[in-house]
């Protein structure tokens, strides 16, 4: 508690957030890992620059790279990382409307045409991507 | 239904609390009663000391916000059967010191607000004599919703930024300073640019949301301050681009 002057030469009462306030509720629970996702997104950078970096250094470095790869804690990591990459994704689709209002000849566009948008760009990416994976 | 429901109102009064505490009160339920009538009933029945800010009692003048079981509320606009059976607790707004009783200090909102200057800003005075300055309905939807802002200050309590860093200068006043920005008289984008890009302004923001799911207007505090970033970001680049040009 700390007592501050207000003017009327009373103390105020001035309330001091707790640690814990993001697991008061479940809202500010899930800004809370949206803003974690982020440490998520980056190891996700930082793995893809270490597959690019260890393929250019060769084979012997890139089946070391692989070993890395599949060694179990690593493979945990990467499904827990995916976990919030995607939770980063939505989150962010559904957050790009409040952002972004898109106007089409004077006149807003809805919210949900926005994110659909969006989810078409990822779906199409996705494919372009699993193409190139497969073939 | 129950007769009567319990409010559990915070109390503090400076003279002799160190810190606040809860006093349970019984008011009548009725179904077209809001926690508003609930507090009244008390200061006129039971305990005329308790000390509440409240005026217009329909949702205009933006006084009687308090929390009302944990979330930030206008009292006039809470019917106690919607909390039904109670306690009800009822707490003055969060993030803001407390005065007294439900009573807030809401020096640090005045003072941040006209920090924005939200006003219409003009390169040039337009004579009375020339008339009204005409806006299309497109014109006034640019803004229309920025302006129904009642201060209440439900989103500064609402916002987990604000209450962490009170510098931060919050939703509300980010917000007025939209409503003006995307007025099509207005000319003080530039004056409101320095305000805006200080750390302690859009960029503190980390876009919990909480104040526009809190607002009662719709006003939607949490999407002008993203819809600003983007704005800072563009005029920072278009410094770089044409150096001394402004915005």
């Not at chain 1, 103390?11 to 509720?25: F, H, V």
């Amino acid at each position: 508690m700390t007592g501050t002057g207000t003017g009327t030469g009373q103390r105020a009462y001035r309330p001091r957030m707790s640690l814990w306030w993001w697991a008061r509720k479940r809202s500010y629970t899930l800004f809370i890992l949206r803003e974690l996702s982020s440490v998520f997104v980056a190891w996700f950078v930082l793995f893809t620059l270490l597959t690019v970096w260890s393929v250019a250094r060769g084979e012997e470095r890139y089946e070391q790279f692989l070993d890395f790869a599949s060694n179990p804690l690593v493979v945990a990591l990467n499904v827990l990382a995916l976990a919030f990459l995607l939770f980063h994704t939505v989150t962010w689709f559904n957050l790009t409307p409040k952002a972004m209002p898109v106007k089409v000849r004077g006149r807003r566009v809805p919210s949900t045409v926005v994110i659909a948008a969006q989810w078409l760009g990822f779906v199409v990416v996705s494919a372009f991507v699993v193409w190139l994976v497969v073939s | 239904m129950a007769d009567s429901i319990t409010l559990r109102v915070t109390r503090y009064q400076p003279e002799v609390d160190d810190e606040p505490r809860a006093q349970d009160f019984d008011v009548p339920l009725r179904e077209n009663w809001v926690v508003l009538d609930g507090l009244n009933y008390i200061k006129d029945r039971l305990d005329g000391t308790l000390s509440y800010r409240w005026s217009c009692r329909m949702g205009i003048c933006g006084s009687c916000g308090m929390m009302v079981d944990g979330e930030p509320a206008l009292t006039c606009a809470t019917f106690l059967v919607d909390h039904a059976p109670g306690p009800i607790r009822v707490e003055p707004l969060a993030n803001f010191p407390v005065v007294r009783d439900l009573v807030v200090d809401i020096g640090d909102f005045l003072e941040k607000l006209p920090r924005v200057s939200p006003w219409i800003v003009r390169d040039d005075d337009i004579p009375v004599d020339e008339g009204e300055s005409l806006q299309t309905p497109e014109e006034l939807a640019d803004y229309k919703q920025y302006s129904m802002c009642i201060n209440c200050m439900l989103c500064y309590s609402a916002c987990p930024v604000y209450g962490l860093d009170p510098d931060f200068i919050g939703p509300a006043a980010i917000a007025l300073a939209q409503r003006y920005n995307l007025d099509s008289r207005d000319d003080g984008a530039a004056k409101r640019l320095d305000v805006l890009i200080h750390p302690d302004g859009v960029w503190g923001c980390t876009f919990v949301g909480e104040c526009t799911t809190a607002c009662p207007k719709d006003v939607d505090p949490a999407g002008a301050i993203q819809r600003y970033k983007l704005t800072a970001a563009m005029e920072t680049i278009k410094s770089y681009v044409s150096p001394g040009g402004g915005p």
